[in-house]
């Protein structure tokens, strides 16, 4: 006789006695607010490609007093968690155990549980910037608009392209000064900018990174000039192309949007999660779709 359980990890397992085991498995993006969240799309996707025909990747409300109760709740059909803003600090008390780079960062964009039930920070967005902006060997000046929790992960991403100047630029010394401690455990040397420098740093940066927020940048877009052979992301992709975006392209520079980051970090979540191989360009075409349709 065969029967039909519900259960929460591994493949499909025909146990004794003829019993058979139907994997249902969850995951979800959390973050406040997250219904324009376009992770979903990305990682049903991927699921379906896989073949992990049993697994579903929703969008769910949570603001930092709650993550904790909330991810402590969780049962075991539960395989990891994607966070957005804002909970990538938080996530790093939820977690019982966190990577050398998360705990460099002092944020984490993922927690995974891990077989014993322990979860387990990580942070994809810095190899995701890696990733998007198409670098495999070492980039010699790199500036970073802006200094809020994006630009940890792009500090993360200049460790790993081995920089050999980092500028970060912003308008708050504060927030400035919280950057230094990233930077020296990351064991980068990491130059404070203020906002009136922007356009200077801009151009002496073969790499440039705007964490910035839609319209912040038009004053140094318009004011800029750019280093032959540079490359612009811009974490933005809606709306898009941004100022920065346009008179860079104008300009010759390769320019690359926040699409390729989030495309780029949900492969990182995904493979921890599955264990499996991402399907990068189903993912990509629905992450296209997605993007173009506003689902």
């Known amino acids: 006789m065969w029967v039909l359980l519900s259960a929460f990890s591994g493949a499909p397992t025909k146990l004794a006695g003829g ?28 699921y379906a490609a896989a073949g992990l025909t049993d697994w579903t ?46 705990g460099a960062l002092g944020a984490a964009n993922t927690l995974v549980h891990l077989p014993d039930g322990r979860w387990r920070a990580d942070n994809t967005d810095a190899p995701g910037i890696a990733t998007a902006v198409g ?10 608009l802006g200094a809020g929790g994006t630009a940890r992960a792009a500090l993360g991403a200049a460790a790993q392209l081995n920089a050999g100047e980092v500028r970060v630029v912003a308008r708050r010394e504060a927030a400035l000064a919280e950057l230094a401690p990233v930077a020296a455990r990351l064991g980068i040397s990491l130059q ?3 906002w ?20 912040v940048a038009d004053s140094v877009a318009d ?5 032959r052979g540079a490359t612009l ?24 949007s926040g699409l390729e980051l989030l495309l780029a970090q949900a492969v990182g979540q995904f493979e921890q999660f599955t264990g499996v191989p991402a399907p990068v360009e189903a993912m990509r075409a629905a992450l296209t779709t997605a993007a173009s349709t506003g689902s």
């Open 233 to 256: 992301l811009d974490v933005i992709y809606h709306p898009w192309p941004t100022r920065l975006a346009e008179v860079a392209d104008a300009a010759g520079v390769r320019v690359v």
């Open 19 to 46: 019993l058979i085991i139907v994997v249902r498995r969850r995951a979800a993006v959390l973050g406040k607010p997250v219904g324009h969240s376009l992770s979903p799309a990305i990682h049903n996707a991927g």
């Open 135 to 144: 670098r495999s060997g070492p980039v010699s000046a790199v500036t970073v």
């Open 223 to 227: 004011e800029a000039a750019w280093r």
């Open 196 to 215: 009136s420098e922007a356009a200077s740093a801009v151009a002496q940066a073969d790499l440039v990174v705007s964490t910035l927020p839609a319209g």
């Open 192 to 194: 404070p900018l203020p």
């Open 57 to 102: 990747y929703a969008a769910i409300e949570c603001d930092e007093p709650e993550l904790a109760e909330w991810v402590g709740g969780l049962g075991a059909e539960w395989a990891g968690l994607s966070l957005t803003m804002p909970l990538k600090e938080v996530a790093l008390r939820v977690a019982d155990e966190a990577s050398e780079l998360a």
